[in-house]
């Protein structure tokens, strides 16, 4: 649909909005005004009858008073049937006071429609749903002598009504076809105004339209085209812009192609500097993975030195245990001169320290293999084995350890990963106190359990660690210890709990000493982390 008929759809559907409006309220006044006739007249009509109603009872209340006292009842009788042979009147009643006495003329159904209360003065009242009414007046001869009543019929006022209300019904159709013929005319009028002013006044934009569909098909030869236009509005403004586009489009393609020209130049230069360098491209590249092999190498030769100094360093301590073990209890013998049983338990010691020194050669063996089967242990049995190994040292540096609170709590986890770890740790936390001088040594351990994960807090009272390096104590060759300190210890401890277990390992300063906390997951994840060819080619 182009934009000439959406634009007489529009106009079309304005206009019969309005004319629509417009009917409806001319309609609604023209309804009003009717009704509002209607209502006089029947106010009218209502007024007219009441009147003569009180004329015809004021006039037939002296006729009776005066054939009353004339004792003329038969006069009274033929009068009320005179009145009851109107159109407008039903029936007429006299009865005295105590209504004993009683003379009834019209239908019997409207007896029982007078009312019952006593009558004193001129009254009226509808009866019979609204389709009669009924005039009192009260019989005065010297005295109330009784009542008369006359009914009179509203059939003829109904009557009224109804040819009132379809006079009304034909003047409304009559104004509703008037208001239809004359919306079309002005729809049909209007349509062929909006034809030819839509014409007028979107010529120009449909011209505009197709030129911009010529230059989007490369087409930029359009002054002539737009040389219609020659108005001073905004569409005259646009036509204009339109030819100043097209003229500074074709500079730019003119020195588009100018320039696609020297790119051509430029990349067959290229081509063939690249045939040049394709060479020596191949010659760096085969120079480059020559190094890269030399370094893969020189990186083993790094890992399998570093593994060994960790080796080196986790037997250490166990064999220094050995030795104080030895030498502890060859005084004994030297003091006693003889054997005794405590040197059974002592060589039983040495045994579990030789077979924990061959458990962990296995370690090390399977240390980066992610196949390694986990264990359920309790955290209990992992502190006690880490006691097991270092009581001796314990005993020897005169440290006393502290478990506050052994919750029975099972892990899913690479047990002996994790008492290396704690010996680690214990192990540097003695070092501090006895590198300290220090005569009071305390070690607190304590385990706490939610419901995904256990926490192991080791804690001393050795000083703590400097604010300024602790942050680098986990850092590989980072060491505090004034000799024998290889600064790979706490590096492997939290490679162990981080990488291996997939666990956390921090350290913080408490009031007396420092606290490591270890965060284990009671389920151990199916898959460790693996490392690259340079690290796993060692084992």
Not at 99 to 123: A, D, R
Not at 289 to 316: D, F, K, P, V, Y
Not at 489 to 502: D, F, N, Q, R
């Amino acid at each position: 649909m182009n934009l000439t008929n959406k634009f007489i759809i529009a106009i079309l559907f304005i206009t019969s909005i309005v004319v629509s409006t417009f009917i409806y309220f001319q309609i609604s006044e023209q309804k009003e005004i009717l009704n509002n006739e209607l209502n006089q007249r029947i106010a009218l009509l209502r007024s007219h009858l009441e009147s003569n109603a009180k004329n015809d009872i004021l006039s037939l209340k002296y006729e009776v008073e005066n054939d009353i006292a004339a004792f003329n009842f038969s006069h009274i009788d033929a009068s009320f049937k005179n009145l009851v042979a109107k159109d407008e009147i039903d029936a007429v009643i006299l009865f005295n006071r105590d209504k004993s006495k009683e003379l009834f003329v019209g239908e019997n159904s409207f007896k029982n429609q007078f009312p019952k209360q006593e009558i004193n003065t001129l009254t009226l009242k509808e009866i019979n749903n609204r389709n009669n009414f009924v005039i009192s007046l009260p019989i005065i001869i010297n005295d109330k002598w009784g009542e008369i009543h006359i009914v009179y019929s509203l059939k003829i006022l109904h009557e009224e009504v109804r040819r009132a209300e379809e006079n009304k019904k034909l003047k409304i159709q009559s104004n509703v076809k008037k208001a239809i013929l004359t919306s079309l005319l002005l729809a049909l009028i209007l349509l062929i105004f909006s034809y030819f002013f839509a014409r007028k006044l979107l010529s120009p934009i449909l011209l505009l339209t197709e030129t911009a569909k010529d230059i989007a098909n490369g087409n930029l030869e359009i002054s002539d085209k737009l040389s219609s236009i020659t108005s001073n509005d905004e569409i005259g403004l646009l036509s204009a812009s339109f030819i100043d586009m097209t003229k500074k489009l074709d500079t730019s393609y003119n020195t588009l192609n100018i320039v696609n020209q020297s790119l051509e130049l430029k990349t067959k230069e290229l081509q063939d500097l690249n045939l040049s360098l394709e060479e020596k491209v191949a010659q760096k590249v085969k120079k480059i993975t020559e190094q890269e092999r030399m370094m893969i190498s020189q990186s083993r030769l790094a890992a399998m030195g570093e593994m060994m100094s960790m080796i080196a360093h986790q037997w250490r301590q166990p064999l220094a245990t050995i030795t104080l073990m030895i030498a502890d209890e060859k005084i004994k013998s030297m003091v006693t001169s003889k054997e005794s049983v405590e040197s059974d338990k002592i060589l039983d010691k040495i045994s579990d320290i030789i077979i924990y020194l061959s458990n962990l050669i296995n370690d090390f063996q399977t240390y980066f293999k992610p196949d390694k089967s986990a264990e359920k242990i309790s955290t209990t049995l992992l502190i006690e084995r880490m006691e097991q190994i270092i009581q001796t040292r314990l005993k020897y540096e005169n440290v006393q350890m502290h478990v506050e609170k052994r919750n029975e709590v099972f892990i899913e986890t690479y047990a002996n990963e994790v008492v290396q770890v704690l010996i680690n740790i214990v192990n540097n936390a003695i070092d501090i106190m006895v590198e300290r001088n220090q005569t009071d040594r305390h070690i607190w351990i304590n385990i706490e359990s939610d419901t995904s994960d256990v926490t192991i807090n080791i804690e001393d009272n050795g000083g703590g660690i400097a604010n300024e390096i602790i942050e680098h104590v986990f850092d590989p060759y980072f060491s505090t210890k004034s000799k024998n300190g290889t600064g790979i210890g706490l590096y492997m401890a939290k490679m162990i709990i981080e990488k291996h277990i997939c666990g956390r390992l921090s350290v913080t300063n408490t009031k007396e000493g420092a606290r490591f906390t270890l965060s284990l997951p009671k389920r151990q994840k199916k898959q460790r982390v693996e490392f690259n060819d340079a690290n796993t080619s060692l084992l």
